[in-house]
Nanobody
């Protein structure tokens, strides 16, 4: 069983930056990829970014492209989401997720059911 613990959320003004972190509690040997999703109030959880654990290839959603970057530190079993030029519409609960299943193509939007483990979520609030 893998546990994911997120940190780094908070309140920031529009145009500001935040970095989210997500640490996996156990070995990531079987990890294929880790990703970030977000959920606005009353909406479904939506894909934000994904990164392959082994070689680090990554993909971000069109809605955050050019502003958000996903990265990972294999030694620390941690994935990051660097969020720059934040907008009020980025306000949401952000969740990290891990999948042990192989997906050949990561350059597409992912669905929640494609991930095996989830963090508890961290609130990001962007004020205008």
């Amino acid at each position: 069983q893998v546990q994911l613990v997120e940190s780094g959320g908070g309140l920031v003004q529009a145009g500001g930056s935040l970095r989210l972190s997500c640490a996996a509690s156990s070995s990531t040997f079987s990890t294929y990829a880790m990703g970030w999703f977000r959920q606005h109030p009353g909406k479904e959880r939506e894909f934000v970014a994904i990164i392959r654990w082994s070689e680090g290839s990554a993909h971000v959603a069109d809605s955050v492209k050019g502003r958000f970057t996903i990265s990972r530190d294999n030694a620390k079993a941690t994935v990051y989401l660097q969020m720059n030029s934040l907008k009020p519409e980025d306000t949401a609960v952000y969740y990290c997720a891990l999948t042990q299943r192989y997906y050949g193509d990561i350059y597409r939007p992912f669905r929640t059911h494609e991930f095996d483990y989830w963090g508890q979520g961290t609130q990001v609030t962007v004020s205008s």
